[in-house]
């Protein structure tokens, strides 16, 4: 577990999810930071998402036979991006990381087939797993088939300190909440799979669509919201260029009845 990681855990005080529908903290045991696997991948010579479309089919049918019931998964893919993107990137969640842990192990043993129809399709050239921590619940809302996604990746500054790092973010998490901001933000600490990453954190923010992430971009722009995160949180963290991706989801947690 790396550096930052540790210092996150040793530190955070809120309350943590990896998926807004589908996890929530047991308040007797304190803060918990479940666990948040990405994959990035190229379509294979000759393949495209129709591909894809049946290797997901496959792997669908393979979970409802193996009762892979706590896991959530979305596919992702590029819509504003540089020059050095993937076509698509697969993002899964699980409550706990002892839960995905043992659906890796199911799969490695039982899955064969059904890798081998996703390796048929897609070479991916990254696997990681993040710990997650919610910084705003969005809205209440149905449960989506498709959201719109943007990453960054942040550095705390020298000289700031994680306290008032989360403080600040909860403090401007509160003021978008009051002024009817529609995205849900998390904060996404690298665990594995990442040796040369050279960031404290990505910043995941999601909307219901490109119209909601526009109506929160005029909020910000227009509606001087820059001014009032300028106020708050000053020059604690810098993060880089947004990338943004389009999102389609394609297994939610089923609850325990």
Not at 189 to 200: E, K, L, R, S, T
Not at 248 to 257: D, K, M, N, S
């Amino acid at each position: 577990m790396n550096k930052t990681l540790s210092l996150a855990l040793a530190t955070a005080c809120f309350a943590v999810v990896a998926s807004p529908a589908v996890l929530a903290q047991d308040e007797d045991k304190g803060p918990s930071f479940p666990p948040l696997e990405t994959f990035t991948c190229n379509y294979n010579d000759g393949k495209g998402p129709a591909d894809l479309e049946a290797a997901v089919d496959q792997w669908t049918a393979y979970m409802d036979e193996s009762g892979g019931d706590q896991y959530f998964a979305m596919t992702m893919t590029p819509q504003m991006h540089g020059a050095d993107t993937f076509d698509v990137a697969w993002l899964g969640a699980a409550p706990t990381a002892e839960l995905m842990g043992a659906g890796r192990d199911s799969y490695r043993a039982d899955g064969g087939e059904t890798a081998a129809g996703f390796a048929s399709v897609l070479t991916c050239d990254t696997h990681s797993q993040f710990a997650t921590m919610v910084v705003k619940e969005p809205p209440e809302r149905e449960t989506p088939n498709s959201l719109v996604l943007s990453f960054s990746d942040c550095d705390v500054e020298e000289g700031r300190e994680w306290d008032e790092v989360f403080a600040g973010m909860e403090a401007w998490a509160t003021h978008q909440a009051e002024k009817g901001y529609g995205n849900g933000t998390w904060v996404l600490f690298p665990a594995y799979g990442g040796a040369d990453q050279d960031f404290d954190f990505k910043m995941l923010n999601a909307y219901d669509n490109h119209a909601g992430m526009g109506r929160d971009f005029d909020l910000y722009t227009t509606g001087g919201g820059y001014m009032k995160r300028g106020e708050i949180m000053g020059d604690m963290i810098d993060c880089d260029v947004a990338r943004v991706y389009d999102g389609t989801v394609r297994r939610q947690i089923r609850e325990e009845e």
